[in-house]
């Protein structure tokens, strides 16, 4: 089975431009989350939705948004880019057991903002 | 709030033994551990419960106890494979009493090296 897919694995950007990136969730997981990571630090939880509406929100500005398509694979936009910005994005994908359920990581998006 | 691991590094040789904790200033109702390899995406290794469950992955282990509110991950008789940054994170409890599952608070992380 396929795990968790993220589009593009790479990408640079200049201060201000906007960037989409792409999850595809392992088959049958209803709920996606979005973490932020930056180099020597844990992941940080930026977003998650669970049958296409937003479950949960983390502490972000408005320029990160985030949406869920029927088919339940997700997509993390971010306007106005900063500097700041350049890390690790995760994507990660669970399925619904309470307080068993386990989150499947994706390999990521390194995104780099010059 | 971020749970707080220790130790920040762990340096090793292949066969020795290793405690990782992770302490929460809130109550816990479970863990999560995870590692990470440089340059890829966090490996989900194990969920601790509240009421002491230890589980196992290889010959790695956890325990959780809930009163103080702390997991401990214990590596024995590591490999080279073992070497990463482990994290351990804590789902969201609502306040209705509910477990966000999709929202983990994440550990500073703690750096393994296992040389030969």
């Known amino acids: 089975d396929a795990g968790v897919t993220q589009s593009p694995t790479h990408l640079i950007k200049t201060r201000g431009q906007h960037v989409t990136l792409r999850c595809s969730p392992i088959?049958?997981?209803?709920?996606v989350s979005w973490y932020q990571q930056v180099l020597g630090q844990g992941p940080q939880f930026i977003f998650q939705?669970?049958?296409?509406?937003?479950?949960g929100r983390g502490n972000f500005p408005d320029r990160f948004s985030a949406r869920q398509f029927p088919n339940y694979s997700s997509e993390l936009n971010v306007n106005a880019l900063l500097l700041g910005d350049s890390a690790l994005y995760l994507c990660?994908?669970?399925?619904?057991?309470?307080?068993?359920?386990?989150?499947?990581f994706g390999q990521g998006t390194r995104l780099t903002v010059v | 709030q971020q749970p707080v691991q220790s130790p920040q590094a762990v340096i090793l040789r292949e066969g020795e033994d290793a405690v990782i904790n992770c302490s929460s200033s809130?109550?816990?109702?479970?863990v999560h551990w995870y590692r990470q390899k440089h340059g890829e995406a966090p490996v989900f290794l194990m969920i601790?419960?509240?009421?002491?469950e230890q589980k196992g992955h290889e010959k790695i282990s956890a325990s959780f106890n809930e009163k103080k509110q702390q997991s401990s991950l214990y590596l024995t008789a590591s490999q080279l494979s073992y070497s990463g940054t482990y994290f351990c994170?804590?789902?969201?409890?609502?306040?209705?009493?509910?477990?966000?599952?999709?929202?983990?608070?994440f550990g500073q992380g703690t750096i393994l090296t296992v040389h030969p």
């Open positions: 939705y669970y049958e296409k509406e937003e479950r």
């Open positions: 990660a994908s669970s399925e619904y057991r309470g307080r068993r359920s386990e989150a499947f």
């Open positions: 088959s049958g997981h209803k709920s």
């Open positions: 994170g804590t789902p969201h409890e609502t306040s209705a009493g509910g477990t966000s599952y999709g929202k983990l608070t």
């Open positions: 601790l419960l509240k009421g002491g």
């Open positions: 809130k109550a816990l109702y479970s």
